[in-house]
């Protein structure tokens, strides 16, 4: 699996929810994951909290009892209503129409996601989450109906220490991805070390390449004076000149070390010179 793909699962696994649901009481409290809807109000950054109450019929696909759902003025109420048999919109809707505050829709099968419940916003102004189904059972079992006991909450509390920790995966993950690659580098070049014979070549088997005294040509004007093409010094009668196999001639001084220490080919046409040992 390659560096990009790994993040991109480690991100998708640990991306934030977008709010929270929280039912809380004196002896207990829950906190349970939920997708808000994507049409409707958004919960803001301070949430929302009231009583919460199962719609009848549990599916809201026919309008919802009020079952004292608004008793008086500054009373809240939420609603939970059962997924299946009609669309999520027209759920919303029908809770709205009852007084409710904000509508609660759990899954009615076991599954590993939540969905992002889609409508039409266009005269809905409650706001509506989507929690599964093992959420949606444990708040109908605690649930009393009383006053801010459930309470809809934004992540963004929860956002800053998941960056965190994203940060710190990604981080590892660079640093893991590097050293693998350092890792490996190192041991190729340790093999390619191994495997293959020194860079250069003994002295005695460059010595037995032929060598002889330069003799320069008859002084004219018109010749150019020949030089070694690794000191790019001119040749003067008397140096001592190597003659390699390619038939390329360097000083000897200049040849020998370059042999011996550096490589075991010709500096000029690269012809390897080992097949002479």
Known sequence: MSPCVLLFFLVAALRPCAALVRLRSNSFSFTFLDAPARFGPRVGGDGI????????????????????????????????????NCSFEGKVRAAQKAGFDAAVVYDDEEKASLYSMVGDSEGIHIPAIFISKMAGETLKKFARGEDDECCINSSMDETAGTVLVMSFVSLVVIISVLASFLFARNCRLLRHGVDNHPPYLKKHVVEKLQCSAYSGPCSSEDIFPEACAICLEDYNNGDMIRHLPCKHEFHKICIDSWLTKWGTFCPICKLEVRSSE
Do not use: Q, Y
């Open 49 to 84: 909290c009231a009583s919460l109450r199962t719609a009848e019929p549990a599916d809201a696909c026919e309008p919802i009892k009020d079952r004292g759902g608004r008793r008086g003025a500054g009373r809240k109420a939420f609603v939970m209503i059962a997924r299946g």
